[in-house]
């Protein structure tokens, strides 16, 4: 009989970027509550406190803009965790609406330091960890904006259009060591996405909810290690 094994999410170490609210809250509540142990990391200690408090886990305050935030944050790995990581979840991610008149240079800039800069350099050093280890994963959370342009969408949906092809680059390079690189596209999600508040938004019948992401990202990971999903894809069931 076929021995089949999926992913233990429980005792595993999980990395979640811009983890405070949201979809990366979302994920790395799921993963606690299958046992696994988490470290999100985000821009607002306040935020990040609360939160790690509220569903127990552990926290950095960490901007992946940042090459030295990222640079502390696998420090902390090294100290707390003994260099052991299992999953990085690439999630922390900005933007906003703007048509193609009212766009600035400053806009590529500041969406791409975050969405496609800061997350090359997350999964570099969490590929690093998995090499000495022999597996390990990467999770990128993208956007169907990274699949089909919308207007207004021209910084944001670039940025979510270059995470799409990097990881497609570290799907081909990181799989000879065992490593997984999953692309997560959600459709629209309840979150504070565009809201320069930074406000959560209501949950909305026919929206989907930052659960049923970290629900498919997990489900994801817990596949037998043999296979991995390289893009899944996450609508509403009618939007409209």
């Known amino acids: 009989m076929l021995n089949v094994e999926k ?10 970027t811009g983890g405070s609210s949201g979809i990366g809250k979302a994920i790395a509540k799921l993963a606690k509550e299958k046992g696994a142990e988490v470290l999100i990391t985000g821009r607002d200690k306040d935020k990040l406190k609360s939160v790690a408090d509220e569903i127990g886990v552990n926290y950095l305050l960490a901007d992946v803009a940042k090459e030295k ?3 502390a944050t696998f420090d902390w790995i090294k100290t707390n965790w003994n260099d052991k990581l299992d999953v990085l979840i690439n999630n922390a991610g900005i933007g906003y609406r703007k048509t193609l008149n009212e766009v600035e240079w400053q806009d590529f800039e500041n969406i ?4 496609v800069f800061g997350a090359a350099i997350m999964a570099k050093h969490a590929a690093n960890i998995f090499k000495t280890n022999g597996k390990g994963n990467i999770v990128n959370i993208a956007s169907t904006g990274g699949v089909k342009g919308y207007p ?6 670039a940025s979510k259009f270059a995470l799409r092809g990097m990881t497609q680059c570290w799907q081909a390079e990181l799989r000879p060591h065992n490593i997984r690189v999953f692309l997560v596209n959600p459709s629209e999600v309840t979150t504070a996405f565009a809201n320069p508040e930074r406000d959560e938004r209501d ?3 026919n929206k989907l909810r930052p659960t049923e992401i970290a629900h498919a990202t997990i489900s994801a990971l817990e596949m037998d290690d043999r296979g991995f999903i390289p893009e899944l894809t996450v609508w509403a069931s009618n939007p409209f």
């Open 7 to 16: 992913m233990n999410i429980k005792n595993s170490k999980i990395l979640v």
């Open 69 to 71: 935030d990222i640079e």
């Open 112 to 115: 791409f330091q975050v969405n």
């Open 152 to 157: 207004t969408g021209t910084p944001y949906s």
């Open 203 to 205: 949950d909305v019948a």
